[in-house]
């Protein structure tokens, strides 16, 4: 064997393929699609269960029913808001980035 042998050469990477090559790095609109749902998807369900789950529990304890149910439903509410409007400017600003290259 020739130890003075130089190393095989690394392959290339294909055309078009992702740069950092990360499992949830978005390649093209439906790559950016598909995880821009799967973000929104379990922040949604954080933001939802939580309250409505807690206020639920807070009104059997309490003795207190629909009142907290209610009150973490609007939480809920508001929270959906948040998340769908966060999700929406970051598909939009990932969106411009890409048409500008």
């Known amino acids: ?11 290339e ?3 078009g393929a992702a740069k950092r090559g990360g499992l949830l790095e978005p390649r093209g609109p439906k ?3 598909l995880v821009s ?3 929104m998807s379990w922040r949604l369900a954080i933001v939802v269960l939580i309250p409505v789950i ?6 059997r304890r309490l ?11 609007l939480v809920a509410m508001g929270g959906m808001y948040v998340v769908t409007k966060q999700t929406l ?11 500008q290259k």
């Open 1 to 11: 064997m020739n130890k003075n042998a130089s190393a095989p050469n690394a392959p």
């Open 13 to 15: 990477p294909v055309k």
């Open 31 to 33: 790559g950016m699609f």
């Open 37 to 39: 749902v799967i973000d």
């Open 54 to 59: 807690g206020g639920f529990e807070f009104d």
């Open 63 to 73: 003795n207190t029913s629909p009142w907290l149910t209610i009150v973490g439903f």
């Open 89 to 99: 400017v970051k598909a939009t600003a990932l969106s411009n980035k890409k048409g």
